[in-house]
Every structure is written in C-alpha cells, then in structure tokens.
C-alpha cells in the first residue's frame, strides 16, 4: 500500500484552505490512479489525507456523504467580514519577498468579496502593509496609482535594493582583498629592510 503524502493536510477552516485541499487530494488520487477506487475508499483517503481538522469534522457530523461534513463549516469560516480582517492585517514579514507576500494577499482576496473594488483594495493593501517606509512614501507621491504600477514599482523597488546589497558586498570584498594585498606587501618591505 502506497503511503499518503503528509502535505495534503489541512490547516485551518476556510473555504480556500478546503478547496486548495480538495484540489491537492484530487492530484493525489489522479497521480495514484485512484479515482476508479469505491466510495468506502476514497471516503477513507479523504479522511486519512486531511489531517485532524477534516477527521474532527466529520467524527462531528453525521453526514451520508464526507465531502458534505467538511464543506459546510469550511463555507461558515470564509465570512467576508473576517477574510476581510485577515486581508487587511496581512503585512509583509521582516524577510519576507515581496513576491511571497503579494502570492498570499491575492490569496486571501478571494474569500473577501471585494469583487469590482480588488484591485484597489490590493493596491492600498500593498501600500500598507509594505515593510519599507521609503518605498511607501515613493508610491504615495505618485498620482492615480494602480495595482499594476503599485506591484511594478515594489519589485523594482526589492530588486534594486538586492542588487545595491551585492554591490556591497562584492565592493567589501575587493576592499579586504587590497588591505589584505597592502598588508601583505608592506610585511614583505619590513622583511627585507630588516634583511639588509
């Protein structure tokens, strides 16, 4: 019997924690070839794979059919008002990429209903939430901003930052090597002097 990849697990009660679930234990039982199991199995690997928030719920709920016992609670959870909390506190981490933290706000997004409004929602969320107080006021001085000049703007902006710290350090680098050089040359002086 094949083993079940741990990473399928869900983490919390969310309709998009449940639907990246489903959607990974759907690939899962494509990959295994495991969609012409029976109802009895696949029910017992949608139990096995979900972890304990999926086993809680349906040891909880009486449903006939599994997918049911989970998807109901998981719908309760993805209240816009809170989904709009956690959009809206979602900053970006000290070492965070931008690239990670713009993933995880696109994410979290969707359960808000922003609808017509998400990309200016995105974009004064980006502003907010962004880790440098000097790209925050580069961006605040630019007039009818958009999402895609906000997210143009931050990568150039994390990008150039990367590059000025390589500079850097490959300048530190080339500075150690000629005190180092400087160093060395001046002991072969005093060597020699002392030579003659």
């Not at 234990?25 to 295994?32: K, P």
């Not at 070492?95 to 997004?109: Q, R, V, Y």
């Amino acid at each position: 019997m094949e083993k079940i990849p741990t990473n399928l697990a869900m983490k919390e009660r969310s309709k998009s924690e449940w639907t990246r679930f489903r959607q990974k234990l759907e690939i899962y039982m494509r990959a295994a070839k495991r969609n012409a199991d029976d109802d009895e199995t696949k029910t017992a690997l949608l139990l096995a794979a979900g972890g304990d928030l999926v086993l809680e719920e349906y040891n909880a709920i009486d449903f006939p059919e599994p997918t049911a016992a989970i998807v109901r609670p998981a719908h309760k959870g993805a209240k816009a008002t809170f989904s709009a909390y956690k959009f809206r506190t979602r900053v970006q981490g000290v070492k965070e990429p931008f690239a990670t933290w713009l993933t995880d706000l696109k994410i979290l997004a969707r359960d808000c209903h922003f609808e017509k409004q998400e990309d200016r929602m995105m974009r004064n969320q980006l502003i907010y939430g962004i880790r440098s107080p000097k790209v925050r006021e580069d961006l605040l001085k630019i007039q009818d901003l958009d999402l895609q000049q906000t997210v143009n703007l931050r990568a150039a902006a994390e990008a150039a930052k990367k590059q000025a710290g390589e500079f850097e350090n490959d300048k530190n680098a080339r500075s150690s090597e000629t005190s180092t050089l400087q160093n060395s040359t001046a002991d072969e002086t005093t060597e020699l002097l002392a030579e003659s």
